[in-house]
């Protein structure tokens, strides 16, 4: 005679499957979640490679922000000191300019710049940096270990996606207004005062590489003004 599973024991491996799966899901799902912010971490640290290498090249300057029509972006004058972008022409094709945690994947720029400057050391609102002459020189700064270059992209309804060098949220990537920050609860579309930088792209906090090109995770209450501010005594 065959021997054959009962309905009751049936549903009691049906029930346990489903008793793991509700145990294992959570966990793959923080897995994964890991995974994709050790992925950006390595991606910034490879921007930073590229970084330091241009900085060689120019010296010791470094792009800044996008504001006034700058056409030093900074994605694209690294793509030449890049190993990934070797034999490429469009920053859209260089994957490591990509946070794979970002939401919407039309998103081609998934960092925001430092484009910040200020009047004085005092000064905890600043001002954008506009049409600069592409000068900013890293023998000049100091604390570059504590200074930041580039962050996670804040996502939202708030946010242009930018799919190319001509899209008009282009400029909104640079960082220079406290409003920027990740723990602003500033989210107007209309205006240029809105956050900015991802208050939690992974975990409760964003992926930073700093002037010195060593990359962190930072939780969002932890940012200060003046880890933007080049200079400094």
């Known amino acids: 005679m065959k021997k054959a599973f009962t309905l009751i024991e049936l549903l009691v491996v049906i029930a346990i499957i489903s008793v793991l799966m509700g145990i294992l899901m959570p966990v793959l799902g923080r897995v994964k979640k890991q995974a994709q912010q050790s992925v950006c971490a390595s991606n910034l640290r490879q921007i930073g490679i590229g970084a330091a290498l241009y900085a060689q090249d120019n010296e010791y300057a470094v792009p800044r922000g996008a504001g006034g029509g700058n056409q030093n972006i900074w994605f694209q004058v690294f793509m030449p000191y890049m190993a990934q972008a070797k034999g490429l022409s469009d920053y859209r ?15 081609t720029v998934c960092y925001v710049i430092n484009g910040w400057d200020f009047t004085s050391q005092r000064d905890l609102t600043g001002f954008e940096i506009i049409n600069y002459d592409g000068k900013f020189k890293l023998t000049g700064y100091k604390r570059l270990s504590e200074t930041i270059y580039l962050a996670d992209n804040e996502d939202g309804v708030w946010r242009e996606i930018v799919t190319s060098i001509t899209s008009a949220g282009l400029n909104k990537c640079d960082v220079w207004h406290p409003t920027h920050m990740p723990t602003s609860t500033s989210i107007s579309a209309s205006t240029n005062q809105s956050r900015r930088v991802a208050q939690a792209r992974h975990r409760n906090g964003c992926n930073v590489l700093f002037t010195d090109w060593h990359v962190e995770w930072m939780a969002a209450e932890d940012m200060t003004i003046d880890m933007w501010r080049f200079y400094r005594q």
């Open 93 to 107: 094709e260089v994957k490591v300019f990509r946070c794979p945690s970002y939401p919407d994947k039309t998103q």
